[in-house]
């Protein structure tokens, strides 16, 4: 058995013990791909910032709980988030996600037209969106935990994760490690976990764009799960040929969102998990994790028994070639 060292400069690991098994089949590395995504899709922002035509303004109605805002802003480049810096500190730190004209909508997104504007946060007497888009940022940031905690001779190759489903008790990444057998102990879970701490202090924002299938094809070609679910994926847009991706940092992935605003909304996060699990494509692992928003902060005994709970196998929507369409679409439009 070999040994697999993780890609921390400050973190002390216990070895990883894991099989001779690497990808053979090419000599990509994480790095490269991340880059390569990267590269694609802030080409792809700024080619759509430079044909927005003169600037032009929209009437933005915000409702508030005790006040209401009339906001003058600049249609496809003002976002919700913009917003709330003209209304108030407190709106801007803890919206989570908008509802612009009652659609669940992000804070980085821009704004398309006229439109009543709300904010939601984890506070909210019907958070269900609120939490719901906390879990389902937790599982693309757990995609980039993945791709970048391993050394570079592992070509990790992520799948997809389920639709956030917070009665599972954990959120999910499914992905080929090509690390067989590997069972991490607690001190290394606690550790990789760590990487995530950098992330809460940098402030990091979730970046949405809408891009043409041909464009996410790019992005994801040296994927072979990824690369399938592209035309899947676009099938199910407005438009049958357009698909969303979001960028945190330098980590570009699908998921039709909406997402957090911002990494420090984040109170606590932690990997309990990492299950084997068998598939039509073989078997992957299903990581899996727990974390708690910075508003609703709680005692360290009762998010233990939360982890606990997590580290238990989530069976909610394993993949398979027979569901892979249907799980593909619905990951990405919950």
């Not at 690991?13 to 991340?34: D, G, H, K, M, P």
């Not at 810096?85 to 612009?100: F, G, N, P, Q």
């Not at 070509?155 to 991490?184: C, M, R, T």
């Not at 238990?312 to 993949?319: A, I, S």
Request: glycine letters at 2%; charged letters at 25%; one cysteine or more.
């Amino acid at each position: 058995m070999a040994k697999a060292s993780l890609n921390y400069r400050t973190l002390k690991l216990s070895q990883i013990f894991i099989s001779q098994r690497s990808y053979s089949q090419s000599q990509l590395t994480n790095a490269e791909v991340r880059k390569k995504r990267n590269d694609i899709f802030e080409k792809e922002l700024q080619r759509q910032l430079s044909v927005i035509p003169a600037i032009q303004k929209i009437n933005v109605e915000y409702k508030g709980e005790s006040e209401n805002i009339s906001l003058l802003m600049n249609k496809n480049l003002s976002t919700p988030f913009n917003c709330a810096m003209h209304i108030s500190e407190l709106i801007r730190d803890r919206s989570v996600i908008a509802l612009v004209n009652g659609r669940p909508w992000d804070m980085h997104r821009p704004l398309e037209e006229d439109c009543e504007l709300k904010f939601m946060h984890f506070k909210d007497r019907k958070p269900e969106l609120v939490n719901k888009a906390f879990w389902r940022s937790c599982s693309f940031i757990l995609g980039h935990i993945l791709e970048t905690v391993f050394k570079e001779k592992y070509y990790v190759e992520l799948h997809s994760f389920p639709k956030p489903n917070l009665q599972s008790g954990s959120f999910v990444y499914d992905a080929d490690l090509k690390i067989d057998g590997w069972k991490p102990s607690s001190v290394e879970l606690v550790n990789t976990s760590r990487a995530v701490s950098k992330l809460y202090s940098e402030k990091i924002k979730f970046q949405r764009l809408e891009v043409d299938a041909s464009i996410a094809s790019r992005m994801f070609e040296d994927n072979r799960f990824k690369s399938v679910q592209v035309d899947q994926i676009a099938a199910q847009s407005t438009s049958g040929n357009t698909v969303t991706v979001y960028r945190m940092k330098d980590h570009v992935d699908m998921s039709r969102g909406p997402l957090i605003s911002t990494t420090d909304q984040i109170f606590r996060f932690n990997i309990t998990a990492v299950h084997e699990i068998n598939s039509d494509y073989g078997k992957l692992n299903r990581v899996q994790g727990m974390a708690i928003p910075k508003q609703l902060p709680i005692h360290y005994w009762a998010y233990d028994l939360l982890c606990e709970r997590a580290a238990k196998l989530n069976t909610n929507d394993l993949p398979s070639f027979n569901n892979n369409s249907n799980r593909s679409a619905k990951a990405y439009s919950s």
